[in-house]
């Protein structure tokens, strides 16, 4: 029988079977020519003009000139990209002795594992500002900020906005590394003013083009045309590519038309995925600000896009890694009773990518039916 000190060692690596899972599962979908949202959202590029969310699938398309097939140099980055976030996050989860609480968090359905319970809701351009995130954080857990690096990530941070605009609304939580980073006497006050505006100014200039570069449908169609002529299905561009100049009002709208009583189930699972945290010291007055500023950023997102379990788990993912960059304590000691409600918690719920709201099963229901379906 596996003991307690050998779980709490090799069962976050578990977290790998997850990643091998969603990630076959979607190299299923690019055999069969792509998807319009997690595949075609990447593939915008500036072949008509500039445009927003435009940079990274401009880049695919001068190396798909290589003759390398432009849907997988897609899925590898994507891969690749998620890799390098599970390998981060683990490192930031292995550098201190954890208990089996902090399982909690690792195999938290809103957090690493929140594209297997949703597999449309994954690989989305988010995954960028992720891995930046979370080497940033890890950093900051090492004690080893430097100018040099944030430079690095200011960098990296500005190609991710300028691939998707949502990069900019999690600019509170850089802004908030920034500052402990000061705090803990990692760089200078001088240095962190200057970071923070570097990022404030970016995040104006790129919301900016957002807006003033959204394109048109003249624009849609010669993206779709400059991946056509690659040899890629049509259908690649009924997703992102064709809802790329969409205005904010019928956005809105479709926001307003679609809410109902599901939609209360976004909140009750924000405060369902954060619950872990309240059994820690992790809450005081500098992470309830931090909390307030990155709800109130994040909310125009809710009013304009109807992926609400995406938001979610963005601000989850962030929480998250400062979690568990930070040096946090459990407030109660070990009970058996909390491996049972610790089961019964991590498998019980998880939250649909989309449409403004709802409720999805968690892994125990999902693994009865596979059961069921293969075995009965």
Same mark, same amino acid.
């Given at each position: 029988?596996?003991?307690?000190?050998?779980?709490?060692?090799?069962?976050?690596?578990?977290?790998?079977?997850?990643?091998?899972?969603?990630?076959?599962?979607?190299?299923?979908?690019?055999?069969?020519?792509?998807?319009?949202?997690?595949?075609?959202?990447?593939?915008?590029?500036?072949?008509?003009?500039?445009? *927003? *969310?435009?940079?990274?699938?401009?880049?695919?398309?001068?190396?798909?000139?290589?003759?390398?097939?432009?849907? +997988?140099?897609?899925?590898?980055?994507?891969?690749?990209?998620?890799?390098?976030?599970?390998?981060?996050?683990?490192?930031?989860?292995?550098?201190?002795?954890?208990?089996?609480?902090?399982?909690?968090?690792?195999?938290?359905?809103?957090?690493?594992?929140?594209?297997?319970?949703?597999?449309?809701?994954?690989?989305?351009?988010?995954?960028?500002?992720?891995?930046?995130?979370?080497?940033?954080?890890?950093?900051?857990?090492?004690?080893?900020?430097?100018?040099?690096?944030?430079?690095?990530?200011?960098?990296? +941070?500005?190609?991710?906005?300028?691939?998707?605009?949502?990069?900019?609304?999690?600019?509170?939580?850089?802004?908030?590394?920034?500052?402990?980073?000061?705090?803990?006497?990692?760089?200078?006050? *001088?240095?962190?003013?200057?970071?923070?505006?570097?990022?404030?100014?970016?995040?104006?200039?790129?919301?900016?083009?957002?807006?003033?570069?959204?394109?048109?449908?003249?624009?849609?169609?010669?993206?779709?045309?400059?991946?056509?002529?690659?040899?890629?299905?049509?259908?690649?561009?009924?997703?992102?590519?064709? +809802?790329?100049?969409?205005?904010?009002?019928?956005?809105?709208? *479709?926001?307003?038309?679609?809410?109902?009583?599901?939609?209360?189930?976004?909140?009750?699972?924000?405060?369902?995925?954060?619950?872990?945290?309240?059994?820690?010291?992790?809450?005081?007055?500098?992470?309830?600000?931090?909390?307030?500023?990155?709800?109130?950023?994040?909310?125009?997102?809710?009013?304009?896009?109807?992926? +609400?379990?995406?938001?979610?788990?963005?601000?989850?993912?962030?929480?998250?890694?400062?979690?568990?960059?930070?040096?946090?304590?459990?407030?109660?000691?070990?009970?058996?009773?909390?491996?049972?409600?610790?089961?019964?918690?991590?498998?019980?719920?998880?939250?649909?990518?989309?449409?403004?709201?709802?409720?999805?099963?968690?892994?125990?229901?999902?693994?009865?039916?596979?059961?069921?379906?293969?075995?009965?």
């Amino acid at each position: 029988m596996l003991s307690k000190t050998k779980i709490e060692k090799y069962a976050p690596y578990g977290v790998w079977i997850f990643f091998t899972y969603f990630c076959r599962y979607y190299a299923i979908e690019i055999l069969n020519g792509g998807n319009n949202w997690k595949t075609g959202d990447w593939l915008i590029n500036y072949s008509a003009g500039f445009v *927003r *969310r435009g940079l990274i699938g401009s880049f695919f398309l001068k190396v798909s000139d290589f003759g390398l097939p432009l849907l +997988w140099v897609t899925y590898i980055t994507q891969v690749a990209v998620y890799a390098l976030i599970f390998g981060l996050v683990l490192k930031l989860y292995y550098r201190k002795k954890r208990s089996l609480f902090w399982l909690l968090i690792l195999f938290s359905p809103a957090f690493l594992l929140f594209p297997f319970y949703d597999i449309q809701g994954g690989f989305r351009k988010e995954i960028l500002i992720f891995l930046i995130f979370a080497f940033f954080c890890l950093i900051y857990a090492n004690k080893n900020v430097t100018p040099f690096k944030l430079t690095l990530i200011s960098v990296a +941070w500005s190609v991710a906005a300028l691939s998707h605009e949502l990069t900019v609304f999690t600019l509170p939580f850089f802004i908030y590394l920034i500052y402990v980073s000061t705090k803990d006497g990692l760089i200078t006050s *001088r240095t962190a003013i200057a970071y923070s505006l570097i990022l404030t100014i970016a995040s104006s200039v790129i919301l900016l083009l957002a807006f003033f570069y959204k394109g048109n449908e003249a624009l849609e169609q010669a993206i779709c045309q400059s991946l056509t002529t690659r040899n890629l299905d049509p259908n690649i561009c009924k997703g992102s590519i064709d +809802w790329l100049s969409e205005d904010i009002g019928p956005a809105l709208g *479709r926001v307003l038309s679609s809410l109902n009583h599901r939609s209360i189930f976004t909140p009750l699972f924000l405060w369902l995925a954060l619950l872990p945290l309240s059994f820690t010291t992790w809450w005081n007055k500098e992470r309830k600000i931090l909390f307030l500023a990155s709800i109130a950023t994040i909310f125009p997102l809710f009013l304009v896009a109807i992926d +609400w379990g995406r938001w979610v788990h963005v601000i989850i993912f962030m929480f998250f890694c400062l979690a568990l960059a930070s040096e946090v304590d459990i407030k109660y000691r070990y009970r058996r009773i909390f491996i049972v409600t610790g089961l019964i918690y991590l498998t019980t719920w998880s939250i649909p990518h989309c449409c403004v709201g709802g409720y999805d099963t968690g892994f125990l229901r999902r693994a009865l039916k596979w059961l069921i379906d293969n075995l009965g």
